[in-house]
T-cell receptor
């Protein structure tokens, strides 16, 4: 079974620039999550989708972050404009359903904002 | 706000000894508690999980215990091996509903040869 795919793996940008990350969950997984992992910390949930609807985006900084999952499969996370403190690994995870708890993580996108 | 506290932040044990990592959570409605292992530069990997209707679960050298009354859960690794060296994260599904996971800050486990 193929795992969660993410791209790009690495991205370096300057502050105030925009960046987008892509995630393809495990086939058949209805629930998709985006987490932010700052160096030395645990992952922090940014947004959760169930199919193409948002379940929870309470910790998403909506003034600069946006995410979508238009067809209920792939998802993109965008930051516009980026700040220095956005430097982190952005992890995508998926699970079979919202009440099927096991979450499988992708390899992450490592973002450095200069 | 709701959170998960994890201790210790660093744990060094001799190879073959046991390691114990402890976490506490704030929301009594929490119902799912996974543990993830993360090697440097890699994705978090689920190693064991427990649900709120169970007090203990074991998988070979790894076990997790849950005390709902005290709102804490622990990871136990016996007969530690060099490949157990990694950062371990506890997490909890707070609120008992359909929420995403809230993670602890991690424990860097070092296995001394």
């Amino acid at each position: 079974e193929a795992g969660v795919a993410q791209s790009p793996r690495y991205k370096i940008i300057e502050k105030r620039q925009s960046v987008a990350f892509w995630c393809n969950p495990i086939s058949g997984h209805a629930t998709l999550y985006w987490y932010q992992q700052i160096l030395g910390q645990g992952p922090k949930l940014l947004i959760q989708f169930q199919n193409n609807g948002v379940v929870d985006d309470s910790q998403l900084p909506k003034d600069r972050f946006s995410a979508e999952r238009l067809k209920g499969v792939d998802s993109t996370l965008k930051i516009q404009p980026a700040k220095l403190e956005d430097s982190a690994v952005y992890l995508c995870a998926s699970s079979v359903g919202v009440y099927q708890e096991t979450q499988y993580f992708g390899p992450g996108t490592r973002l450095l904002v200069l | 706000g709701e959170n998960v506290e994890q201790h210790p932040s660093t744990l060094s044990v001799q190879e073959g000894d046991s390691a114990v990592i402890k976490c506490t959570y704030s929301d009594s409605a929490s119902n799912y508690f996974p543990w993830y292992k993360q090697e440097l530069g890699k994705r978090p990997q689920l190693i064991i999980d427990i649900r709120s209707n169970v007090g203990e679960k074991k998988d070979q050298r790894i076990a997790v215990t849950l005390n709902k009354t005290a709102k804490h859960f622990s990871l136990h690794i016996t007969e530690t091996q060099p490949e157990d060296s990694a950062v371990y994260f506890c997490a909890a599904r707070l609120g008992g509903g359909a929420d995403g996971l809230t993670f602890g800050k991690g424990t860097h486990l070092i296995i001394q040869p």
